[in-house]
Nanobody, 124 residues
Framework: QVQLVESGGGLVQAGGSLRLSCAAS????????MGWFRRAPGKEREFVAA????????YYADSVKGRFTISRDNAKNTLYLQMNSLKPEDTAVYYC?????????????????WGQGTQVTVSS
């Protein structure tokens, strides 16, 4: 079993920044790829970013490329998402997810464990 706990969400004005964290426990963290997803009100859950176990490779949705940065600290079993230049359309509940393997993926089916989510609200 894996437990994932997100933190760092909140209310921010457009153009501002937030840094999300995801603390993992219960299973080896460093062997697996990780990802961030989000769900906006009335919409499906969508992929945001993913990172390999080493942190050497990353993958972003086009909507956040150049504004968001995913990273991880395997010594601390923690995943991060630095979000800059936030827009109202970034408003959503953000979830971190633990991949079943080491390969980058934007597919929710590739992730076996999910956190409870943290709310990010961007005001215009």
């Amino acid at each position: 079993q894996v437990q994932l706990v997100e933190s760092g969400g909140g209310l921010v004005q457009a153009g501002g920044s937030l840094r999300l964290s995801c603390a993992a426990s219960g299973r080896t963290f460093y062997n697996y790829a990780m990802g961030w997803f989000r769900r906006a009100p009335g919409k499906e859950r969508e992929f945001v970013a993913a990172i390999t176990w080493s942190g050497g490779n990353t993958y972003y949705a086009d909507s956040v490329k150049g504004r968001f940065t995913i990273s991880r600290d395997n010594a601390k079993n923690t995943l991060y998402l630095q979000m800059n230049s936030l827009k109202p359309e970034d408003t959503a509940v953000y979830y971190c997810a633990h991949n079943t393997g080491a390969t980058l993926s934007s597919n929710t089916g590739a992730y076996a464990y999910w956190g409870q989510g943290t709310q990010v609200t961007v005001s215009s």
